[in-house]
């Protein structure tokens, strides 16, 4: 039976409206993006993953990932770190700036990551796995949430015994990317494990990996039986995907629309990184948004080498003139961030 993509659905009292939900992607998931994700049709949008240390010493890098805007939510913040007090400290903080849903991170294959016991090295332990997400679980009153990889080696099946045990330990969905730390990003999501894991347990599972299209979600859904698909690296510098996913509209955006979301998102992402960070960060998503047989290549390249921000604008405008309508109309349809930003609780700095 085929699942309708735009019907809601729950995790516990946490309404989600679309069966699409926007992966937390590391240096890509930025409130900019995430509001973008929102406005394209994601039901529910997760942060990149947020250091459990860098909140236990109120780092104030660390302390900017929990700035939430109003028109974020339904909206999960994702940690990580391998000590359950420390974990269970920081997800306090993570509810007390107003997330819907404290994820955890049980998949990153990074090894900055796994060597200091947090990420996928939890996949293998399970025991120190449950009771990160037992003292998560019992340290906030919203739902807690688990993203994990099916395992550590390739062709592993840890997922499907971990998962049962987490969800006994408090966790209320469970998203699978079914490939394993080793595998990186290579080969394909086995998707038959998400099905199994859906059988395993009794919380919505979400199906994280290689959903490109609405035939891949669609056939993700019914072979699976997930309650939601979880979409990333198609929707890096393409919001368009999502609205085809959802449903809501097929046609491949024009040059103008493409141009004028990049200078919307070069503009939020200004405003929340500064214009210094910001810089470095936005070369990747030039090629994310101008690839795609968008743009010649060698236009990524010539806005790559630019050296401010604002002659990136002008070239840009120069090859999609009418670029500046759509913005215009963008920018009366989005509420500025200012608008809508809201302040840390004072809590979470420690009260001074
Ligand atoms: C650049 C990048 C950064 C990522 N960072 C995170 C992260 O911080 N936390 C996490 O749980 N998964 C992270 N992932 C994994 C994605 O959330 C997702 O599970 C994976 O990319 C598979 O989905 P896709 O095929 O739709 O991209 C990252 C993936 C990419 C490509």
């Known amino acids: 039976m085929q699942v309708n993509l735009r019907s809601a659905w ?15 992607m590391a240096g890509v998931s930025v409130q900019a993006f ?8 994601a039901g529910l949008v997760c942060s990149e993953m947020v250091s459990c240390a860098g909140l236990e ?26 000590d359950p007090a420390t974990m269970a400290e920081a997800a306090r903080m993570v509810e007390a700036a107003g997330a819907d849903l404290v994820d955890i991170n049980f998949g990153c294959p990074v090894r900055k990551v796994t060597k200091t016991g947090a990420g996928a090295t939890c996949l293998a332990e399970p025991v120190r796995a449950a009771s990160i997400v037992r003292a998560v679980s019992d340290a906030v009153s919203v739902p807690v949430s688990v993203k994990m990889r099916r395992g550590l080696e390739n062709g592993s099946r840890a997922c499907l015994e971990l998962g049962p045990r987490l969800v006994d330990a408090g966790a209320e969905t469970l998203t699978l990317h079914p490939r394993s730390a080793q595998q990186m990003y290579t080969g394909e999501a086995d998707h038959s494990l998400t099905a199994q894991l859906v059988e395993r347990v009794d919380v919505p599972v979400i199906a994280s990996g290689d959903v490109t299209s609405r035939a891949r979600a669609h056939a993700v859904l019914a072979t ?17 995907a999502i609205r085809q996913i959802v449903g ?4 491949d955006p024009s040059r103008e629309e493409v141009v004028a979301e990049l200078i919307l998102f070069m503009r939020e992402t ?13 070369k990747k998503f030039y090629g994310w948004y101008l690839g795609r047989g968008r743009f010649p290549r060698t236009f990524k390249q010539e806005l790559v080498e630019l050296k401010t921000l604002d002659e990136v604008k002008e070239r840009l405008f120069a090859a999609a003139p009418g670029a500046e309508f759509v913005l215009a109309r963008l920018e009366r349809e989005h509420p500025r961030l200012d608008e809508v930003e809201l302040d840390l609780p004072i809590s979470i700095y420690g009260g001074g």
């Open 10 to 24: 729950r995790i516990r009292d946490v309404e989600i409206p679309t069966r699409v939900v926007l992966a937390p």
């Open 34 to 41: 995430r509001r973008q994700g929102r406005r394209y049709g």
């Open 57 to 82: 010493h109120r780092n104030e890098r660390t302390l900017g990932y929990l700035r939430i805007a109003s028109d974020e939510h339904p909206l999960a913040i994702q940690i990580f770190g391998g």
């Open 224 to 240: 699976t039986g997930a309650a939601a698909v979880m979409v990333g690296r198609a929707a890096q510098g393409n919001p368009w």
């Open 248 to 251: 809501d509209y097929d046609a």
């Open 270 to 282: 200004i405003r929340e990184l500064g214009e210094r960070k910001a810089t470095g960060f936005l």
